[in-house]
């Protein structure tokens, strides 16, 4: 079954440290994987794709599919980084897509 | 730039009354998805539709839950008689390719059942 694993709940960094977001998958096929991000008060937008190979904000995300991960990362850490932070897996054959269970990241000054 | 839009913000209802939730997704989109999030927990997809009819929908999505797009701007999302259980945060989004491209997230409704 397709499943996407986020083992952390909390990330708490100081600001200018080095961020990981750790995102795991399991699906047979080829994935394609998204990262959201919920800023306080705001609704989910998209953060980056791995198709699109870009780095937005700073934040960069690899597929490896030997490890079936999807991690993001940013080498600064920025206060305005704080927020939820999801990663999403679509299904191959259908419209369906399967959400990690999401990890806040708290930047601290 | 166009944005998905989602009425109301927050609802309160007695459990057992019906809901309806509101959505009205960017113009040119052509599929349209519900998720719920329950407090604390992930975002959760309910179903997914397009060309006037659902293409998937998860075991969430039972019997009291349905889907309607009853003209060219609107989507809803109506619960029949409401559990506590159904309590949860409600977004809407659509995109113009199907799930494998980005989703364009409402801003959610908030749904009370007490």
């Known amino acids: 079954a397709q499943r996407v694993t986020q083992p952390e709940k909390l990330l708490s960094v100081f600001k200018g440290a080095p961020v990981e977001l750790k995102c795991n998958y399991s699906?047979?096929?080829?994935?394609?994987l998204f990262w959201y991000v919920q800023y306080s008060r705001q609704r989910l937008q998209l953060l980056l794709r791995h198709i699109s190979r870009e780095s937005i904000k700073g934040f960069t995300a690899d597929l490896n599919k030997g490890e079936t991960s999807f991690h993001l990362k940013k080498p600064f850490a920025q206060e305005e980084d704080s927020a939820m932070y999801y990663c999403?897996?679509?299904?191959?054959?259908?419209?369906?897509?399967?959400f990690g269970t999401g990890t806040k990241l708290q930047v601290i000054p | 730039e166009p944005e998905v839009t989602q009425t109301p913000s927050h609802q309160v209802t007695q459990m057992g009354q019906e809901v309806i939730l509101r959505c009205v997704p960017i113009s040119n989109h052509l599929y349209f998805y519900w998720y719920r999030q329950i407090l604390g927990q992930k975002v959760e997809f309910l179903v997914s539709f397009y060309n006037n009819e659902i293409s998937e929908k998860s075991e969430i999505f039972d019997d009291q839950f349905s889907v309607e797009r009853p003209d060219g701007s609107n989507f809803t999302l109506k619960i029949r008689s409401t559990k506590l259980e159904d309590s949860a945060m409600y977004f809407c989004?659509?995109?113009?390719?199907?799930?494998?491209?980005?989703?364009?997230f409402g801003p959610g409704t908030r749904l009370l059942v007490l």
């Open positions: 699906y047979s096929g080829s994935p394609e």
């Open positions: 999403a897996l679509p299904q191959s054959h259908d419209q369906k897509v399967t």
């Open positions: 989004a659509s995109n113009g390719l199907g799930a494998k491209e980005t989703q364009y």
